[in-house]
């Protein structure tokens, strides 16, 4: 069964501080590793999507790397506003389904 | 462009009664998913759809729920009876297709926060 876990559940980060997050995933023939960010009470917005092992995207202070088993998205020097829920998805071999992880809360402090 | 549309944004009703959540995809879409989400169990999908027809239904909890997409812009996810252990958050999203080996993104509307009282 396909699984995709993030970590940490929660990272309180200073401003400018800079740090990365965690995604693994067990899935076989990969279609696509995708990020997506979720604000209180609104749905979550796509980010990035990573295909293969090596590919990297960018969006301002915010980069996703993929490698064979994981992802990560990393921020730098952050801001209040990147204050948000974190999720990463799979989506395996034959399938259009995504399969989410729990997500990691990230916490911005002035 | 209208990112994808759903309605209401919130529901409280009693045990129950029948409810129904409403989506409007973004326009060219050829697939539509219907997601819950809960403090416990995150993101689950529901059902999704290809071009109307429904593809895979195994996240469908019971048969209490039941969804349909009579055209390409509109979907309905229907609960009934409802009982306090569906209220979440349900999502609706759309994504246009991808190629053979990779998946294009799903883009999400905000919401319908259910309340089963």
């Known amino acids: 069964e396909d699984q995709v876990t993030q970590s940490p559940e929660a990272l309180r980060l200073q401003e400018g501080e800079s740090s990365s997050l965690n995604c693994s995933y067990t899935v076989s023939g990969l279609r696509g590793l995708f990020w997506y960010r979720q604000d209180p009470g609104k749905g979550p917005e796509f980010l990035f999507t990573?295909?293969?092992a090596g590919e990297e995207k960018e969006k301002e202070r915010l980069k996703a790397t993929l490698t064979k088993k994981e992802s990560f998205l990393h921020i730098t020097a952050p801001k209040p506003e990147d204050s948000a829920t974190y999720l990463c998805?799979?989506?395996?071999?034959?399938?259009?389904?995504?399969?989410f992880g729990k997500g990691t809360k990230l916490s911005v402090i002035p | 462009d209208a990112g994808v549309i759903q309605s209401p944004r919130h529901e409280v009703t009693e045990m129950g009664q029948e409810v129904t959540l409403r989506c409007k995809p973004i326009?060219?879409?050829?697939?539509l998913f219907w997601y819950r989400q809960t403090m416990m169990r995150g993101l689950e999908l529901l059902i999704y759809?290809?071009?109307?027809?429904?593809?895979?239904d195994s996240g469908m909890p019971e048969d209490r729920f039941s969804a349909k997409m009579p055209n390409a812009s509109f979907s309905t996810l229907k609960i009934q009876p409802s009982e306090p252990r569906d209220s979440a958050v349900y999502f609706c999203?759309?994504?246009?297709?991808?190629?053979?080996?990779?998946?294009?993104?799903?883009?999400f509307g905000d919401g319908t926060r259910l309340s089963i009282l």
């Open positions: 990573l295909y293969s």
């Open positions: 999203a759309s994504s246009s297709r991808g190629t053979a080996y990779s998946n294009q993104p799903q883009h």
């Open positions: 998805a799979d989506s395996g071999a034959g399938s259009y389904q995504l399969t």
């Open positions: 759809f290809n071009n109307n027809v429904p593809i895979d």
């Open positions: 326009s060219g879409h050829d697939y």
